[in-house]
């Protein structure tokens, strides 16, 4: 990207997205302020979007002093059964909704209306970051949407004031979320809290990124509560008229009286008050907790029994994959550990198989949730059902199980068997507006339990399913404003177990079937959650929360209970939404993919500085993605341009670029050998369609592609004037068609230096042919390899290795096809600025690109490790040192032309430096120093960003 247009564009903090639904039949819901553009099956949930947004607008105009001058498109689509949203504010106003249902356990699972509030949620961050003011409108004026100061702030204010409005506008969300309460609660108690500088930019500590969520919510909402919502609004538009951003603390200060390092300082201490305030309830009755469960992961969840005592869990480590893990009746010694994209599950009755959900790629596009079946045993995986969207699975002792479907928004329970291949009947269709979570069934398979969402006070009630004949009876167990999780049933089929947040903090509670009485098991103040009893009826494990994520407790059955709590008011939202209809028509792609805004380029073709200006443009549902740059050279004197436009209508996407640009390109004159630089004017057209084949534990795909280059320029002449006149390359056109396919299951993680697991494979195959156009006829092929084997002795050290190879065959002109060499000192501002990286296939300790070729192979190893942790910042300001790693290399390799030579060899090390700059831009900054050992070697000093494998 070019420096300018960076800049101006790094300012949407947008997010890049796929495009949604492919092979769908759109349509859009045209209202005065909005386009709510949808897919079949979901058109009652797009109806109450569509209403949702247009009243939601009005509220938020009300409380930030904006509304968008052009309408807003609302993307509504069903493709992942995960519910969330993002929203897009370059160059147009785009929000996505996805109408998956939250789960119970997630920080969205507090809500009445999920749908209303991810709408609020989004069309806040539209609102918000659309403020712009003063000389940024200005500029807006003349460019086109291009410059929001709103969206360079720390993303606590981003999210924080769009939490504030969910919780603020309807009756549940984040602020208002009693499990959200339980993760601050948390990490204030243990002294977690972060620091301004850390929660400014990111934390890899437990709960990472959401810090972002659910402090910024509750920080924003002590703003709004100490200084009134005027504050909020002029800090929005106060920094919307912001000419030069990040001055967030002046802007504070001029519009509430404070800096936020001085507001955060006094909500710490709130916070810190909140929770002592628990601790001493707590204290008062008597802490009641049970032991911990040693050897357990610190992020261990969703515990299930088998009969005989063996226990599975599900880890999810920050430095290592997601797991499903099988214990001995021990509770330690591990029996099966499998890698796992969901886990959730139960046994069968005899306990040689467990049924979990997998979360997988369905027809290349879809993220849906289905069963597989896992043998306890061997570990071996069969999958049950393909495409049925199920999740959350309990088998009953004849072997049927009973699972929550979910379509459009929508819940139901339905079952099946474990073996066979029937499809899904559904057990019970719920209301309008109901959901279901966690089904269970009872020891006798007569019954199932599960936590269902009934009311609008966005509670979650305990529900009873019973056969009767051919059919099933409902009971309500529990009814109440407070939310009802996890229930799981006594081995004796007597008391149902389920954590509730009634009193504020989520507890253990068990209800006698018989009586209908309900009694507090646990008093802990970092809640209690997902129970599950132990055969032996004496006893119950349960998740609790510590500063490091979750762990397992054990607790005696025959525990005292403890006094019922008191419920907690869930302060219902009573507004009235619009009962409105709306136009409804075929969906148009024109509106949103004319380009809405022009970018000043400055760049550089290969000779020089370039001027230019950079359109594109997308249509709502990005189904259609367009770019066009176009840019005169100062050096070279000549025009140039690129276009791109890739088509997502189908799950195999369809690309068409073409460019025209001047370069210095080496050429070899024919008499002496010697290489020199010619202009050339390179003029590259094609077509590309790429077919993804990836599940959930790898990435797989095959491209093909056809393009076509001319090469056009000045001759070349010998300095020797008494010798022949040199044979010059001369004019080319090049055509080729070609192949690549790539595999990976590479895995990083959070708190990893770099990738540290798994391996990744890629072939190329490309010829060049006169059948296809071509002047040449030569057929060349690459291909590597790169693997990671974590050191088992000391975390986060890591073995890293790459082989790549390639070689061209046929009438190459004399064109070398393949270069290698060392690293130059960059001026890593300017490549930050023009997002200018450097690629992994180096040969360092070697002057730059001095190794050419009709073939080459490289071979790298390199050994990894963390060394010290700076995470510093100041306060508010835009730049934070995250850490300090190092490697320490050997590369090997050659490119030549006819006879292989033994490898040229380069030693060395490098430091590295993780940091981020504007809130959320991250960079690895590389020092390093090689040796070449071999002829032509150099002390090779460097200093670069990124291309690290």
């Given at each position: 990207?070019?420096?300018l247009?960076?800049v101006?564009a790094?300012?949407?903090?947008?997010t890049t997205?796929n495009?949604?639904?492919p092979r769908?039949?759109?349509r859009?819901?045209?209202?005065p302020?909005?386009?709510v553009?949808?897919h079949?099956?979901?058109?009652a949930l797009a109806?109450?979007?569509?209403?949702t947004?247009e009243?939601?607008?009005?509220?938020?105009n009300?409380?930030?002093?904006?509304?968008?001058?052009v309408?807003?498109?609302?993307?509504?689509?069903?493709?992942?059964?995960?519910?969330?949203?993002?929203?897009?504010?370059?160059p147009?106003?785009?929000?996505t909704?996805f109408?998956?249902?939250?789960?119970?356990?997630?920080?969205?699972?507090d809500?009445?209306?999920f749908m209303?509030?991810?709408?609020l949620h989004?069309l806040t961050?539209?609102?918000h970051i659309?403020?712009?003011l003063?000389l940024?409108?200005w500029?807006?004026?003349?460019l086109?949407?291009?410059?929001?100061?709103?969206?360079v702030?720390?993303?606590w204010f981003?999210?924080?004031i769009?939490?504030y409005?969910e919780?603020r506008l309807?009756?549940?969300?984040?602020?208002?979320?009693t499990y959200?309460?339980?993760?601050v609660r948390t990490?204030?108690l243990?002294?977690?809290?972060?620091?301004l500088d850390?929660f400014?930019h990111?934390?890899?500590t437990?709960?990472?990124?959401?810090?972002?969520?659910?402090?910024g919510?509750r920080?924003v909402?002590?703003i709004?509560?100490?200084h009134?919502?005027?504050?909020l609004?002029?800090i929005?538009?106060?920094y919307g008229a912001?000419?030069?951003?990040?001055?967030i603390?002046l802007?504070a200060k001029?519009?509430?009286g404070?800096?936020?390092v001085?507001l955060?300082?006094?909500?710490r201490a709130h916070e810190?008050?909140?929770?002592?305030?628990?601790v001493?309830r707590?204290e008062?009755?008597g802490?009641v907790?049970g032991?911990?469960?040693?050897?357990a992961?610190?992020?261990?969840?969703?515990p299930?029994?088998a009969?005989d005592?063996?226990?599975a869990v599900?880890?999810?480590?920050r430095?290592d994959?997601?797991?499903?893990?099988?214990?001995?009746?021990?509770?330690?010694?591990e029996r099966?550990?499998l890698?796992t994209s969901?886990?959730r599950?139960?046994f069968?009755a005899?306990?040689e198989r467990?049924v979990a959900?997998?979360?997988?790629?369905?027809?290349?596009?879809y993220?849906?949730?289905?069963?597989?079946?896992i043998?306890v045993?061997?570990g071996l995986?069969?999958r049950r059902t393909?495409g049925?969207?199920l999740q959350e699975p309990?088998v009953?002792?004849?072997?049927t199980?009973?699972?929550?479907a979910q379509?459009?928004?929508?819940?139901?329970l339905?079952?099946?068997?474990?073996?066979g291949d029937?499809d899904p009947v559904t057990?019970e269709v719920l209301?309008?507006?109901?959901?279901?979570?966690d089904?269970?069934w009872?020891?006798?398979?007569?019954?199932?339990?599960?936590?269902?969402r009934?009311?609008?006070?966005?509670?979650r009630d305990?529900?009873?399913f019973?056969?009767?004949?051919?059919?099933w009876s409902?009971?309500?167990l529990t009814d109440?404003?407070?939310?009802?999780l996890?229930p799981c049933w006594?081995?004796?089929?007597r008391?149902?177990?389920f954590?509730s947040d009634?009193g504020?903090v989520?507890q253990?509670h068990a209800?006698d079937?018989?009586t209908?009485?309900?009694?507090r098991?646990?008093n802990?103040?970092?809640?209690?959650?997902?129970p599950?009893?132990h055969p032996?009826?004496e006893?119950l494990?349960y998740v609790?929360g510590?500063a490091?994520?979750w762990?397992l407790?054990?607790?005696?059955?025959a525990t005292?209970?403890r006094?019922r709590?008191e419920?907690i008011?869930?302060?219902?939202?009573?507004?009235?939404?619009s009962?409105a209809?709306?136009?409804d028509?075929?969906?148009d792609?024109?509106?949103?993919?004319l380009?809405?805004?022009?970018?000043?380029a400055i760049?550089?073709d290969?000779v020089?500085?370039?001027?230019?200006l950079?359109l594109?443009g997308s249509d709502?549902?990005?189904q259609h993605?367009?770019?066009?740059?176009?840019r005169?050279?100062?050096t070279?004197?000549?025009l140039?341009?690129?276009f791109?436009?890739?088509?997502?209508?189908t799950?195999?996407?369809?690309s068409i670029?073409s460019?025209?640009?001047?370069?210095?390109?080496?050429g070899?004159?024919?008499?002496?050998?010697?290489f020199?630089?010619?202009?050339e004017t390179?003029f590259?057209?094609?077509?590309s369609v790429?077919?993804?084949?990836g599940y959930?534990d790898?990435?797989?795909?095959?491209s093909?592609?056809?393009g076509v280059?001319t090469?056009?320029?000045?001759t070349?002449f010998?300095d020797d004037?008494?010798?022949?006149a040199?044979?010059?390359?001369?004019?080319?056109?090049?055509a080729?068609?070609?192949?690549t396919?790539?595999?990976?299951?590479?895995?990083?993680?959070?708190e990893?230096?770099s990738s540290?697991n798994?391996?990744?494979?890629?072939?190329?195959l490309r010829?060049?042919s006169?059948?296809l156009g071509?002047?040449?006829?030569?057929f060349d092929?690459?291909g590597?390899?790169?693997?990671?084997?974590?050191?088992p002795?000391?975390r986060?050290?890591v073995l890293?290795a790459r082989?790549?190879m390639g070689?061209?065959?046929?009438?190459?002109?004399?064109?070398?096809?393949?270069v290698?060499?060392g690293?130059?000192v960059r001026n890593?501002v300017t490549?930050a600025?023009e997002?200018?990286?450097f690629?992994v296939d180096?040969?360092?300790?070697y002057?730059?690109?001095i190794?050419?070729?009709?073939a080459?192979?490289?071979?790298?190893?390199?050994y990894?490790?963390?060394l010290t942790s700076?995470?510093a910042?100041w306060?508010?300001?835009?730049?934070?040192?995250d850490?300090?790693?190092?490697?320490?290399?050997v590369?090997?390799?050659?490119a030549f032309d006819d006879?292989?030579?033994?490898?040229?060899?380069?030693?060395?090390?490098?430091?590295?430096l993780?940091?981020a700059?504007?809130?959320v831009q991250?960079y690895?900054?590389?020092?390093?120093?090689?040796?070449?050992?071999?002829?032509?070697?150099?002390?090779?000093?460097?200093?670069v960003l990124?291309?690290i494998?």
């Open positions: 990207m070019t420096r247009a960076f101006l790094a300012l949407a903090l947008c997205a495009a949604a639904a769908r039949t759109w859009t819901i045209v209202t302020r909005c386009r553009h949808y079949e099956g979901t058109e109806a109450r979007v569509s209403r947004a009243q939601g607008i009005t509220e938020l009300a409380l930030l002093g904006h509304h968008p001058n309408p807003i498109h609302l993307v509504l689509t069903d493709e992942t059964d995960d519910a969330n949203g993002f929203a897009e504010t370059l147009q106003n785009v929000v909704i109408a998956g249902v939250p789960r119970a356990h997630e920080t969205l699972g809500y009445d209306d209303e509030l991810l709408v989004e961050h539209i609102v659309d403020t712009v003063g940024p409108s500029v807006n004026a003349v086109g949407k291009t410059f929001v100061p709103n969206a702030q720390p993303r981003i999210e924080g769009a939490v409005v919780s309807t009756s549940g969300g984040r602020n208002k979320s959200v309460d339980t993760l990490q204030v243990a002294d977690g809290f972060p620091d850390r400014t990111f934390t890899r437990f709960p990472g990124s959401s810090y972002s969520w659910f402090l919510g920080f909402e002590f709004a509560q100490r009134g919502e005027d504050g609004r002029e929005s538009r106060g912001r000419p030069i951003p990040y001055a603390n802007v001029r519009a509430t404070e800096t936020f001085e955060y300082d006094l909500w810190v008050e909140r929770a002592q305030a628990v001493a707590v008062a009755e802490w907790a032991a911990p469960i040693e050897n992961s610190p992020l261990v969840e969703y299930r029994f009969r005592g063996r226990l599900v880890v999810s480590p430095h994959d997601r797991d499903l893990v099988v214990l001995a009746d021990d509770l330690s010694t099966l550990r890698r969901d886990g599950g139960a069968t005899d306990g467990y959900t997998i979360r997988d790629t369905v027809d290349q596009v993220s849906h949730r289905d069963l597989e079946i043998d045993a061997t995986r069969i393909f049925w969207r309990d009953a002792p004849d072997g199980i009973v699972a929550v379509e459009a928004g929508e819940t139901r339905v079952t099946l068997s474990v073996d029937d057990l209301a309008p507006g109901e959901q279901v979570y089904p269970r009872s020891p006798d398979g007569t019954s199932v339990v599960a936590s269902v009934t009311g609008h006070d966005g509670g305990l529900v009873l019973t056969r009767r004949g051919s059919g409902r009971r309500a109440g404003p407070t939310r009802d996890s006594s081995w004796d089929g008391r149902i177990f954590a009634r504020g989520f253990i209800i079937l018989a209908g009485q309900s009694a098991l646990t802990v103040v970092s809640g209690a959650f997902t599950a009893v032996d009826g006893r494990i609790h510590v490091t994520g762990e407790r054990s607790l005696p059955i005292p209970p006094p709590l419920d008011p869930r302060f219902a939202v009573t507004a009235t939404v009962p209809v709306y136009p028509v075929a969906y792609p024109w509106e949103a993919l380009p809405k805004a022009w970018l000043p760049a550089q290969g020089g500085e370039t001027l230019g950079v594109s709502a549902i990005r993605l367009w770019s066009l740059t176009l005169y050279g100062l070279s004197e000549r140039g341009f690129d791109n436009y890739s088509n997502r209508q799950p195999y996407p369809i670029s460019s025209l640009t001047t370069t210095n390109r080496p070899r004159l024919a008499p002496d050998a010697s020199e630089d010619r202009l390179i590259r057209a094609g077509v790429s077919f993804p084949l959930w790898s990435g797989h795909a095959v093909l592609a056809y280059e090469r056009r320029g000045l070349l010998s004037p008494f010798a022949p040199p044979r010059t390359l001369g004019d080319l056109t090049l080729s068609v070609g192949a396919w790539s595999f990976s299951n590479v895995r990083g993680f959070s990893s230096v540290v798994g391996n990744a494979l890629s072939l190329s010829m060049h006169p059948t071509s002047d040449l006829r030569v092929v690459i590597a390899w790169t693997g990671y084997l974590p050191m002795w000391i986060h050290h890293a082989v790549s070689a061209s065959a046929g009438d190459t002109a004399g064109r070398a096809f393949f290698l060499g690293l130059p890593v490549d600025l997002g200018v990286g690629g180096i040969l360092r300790g002057d730059r690109s190794f050419r070729g009709s080459y192979y490289l071979g790298t190893l390199a990894r490790l963390p700076l995470t910042g306060f508010t300001l835009p730049l934070y040192f850490r300090i790693h190092a490697e320490v290399f590369d090997l390799g050659d006879d292989l030579a033994p490898p040229k060899v380069g030693v060395g090390a490098e430091l590295r993780d940091l700059v504007a809130y991250p690895t900054l590389r020092l390093g120093f090689g040796r070449g050992l071999s002829e032509g070697g150099i002390d090779n000093v460097y200093l990124g291309g494998f």
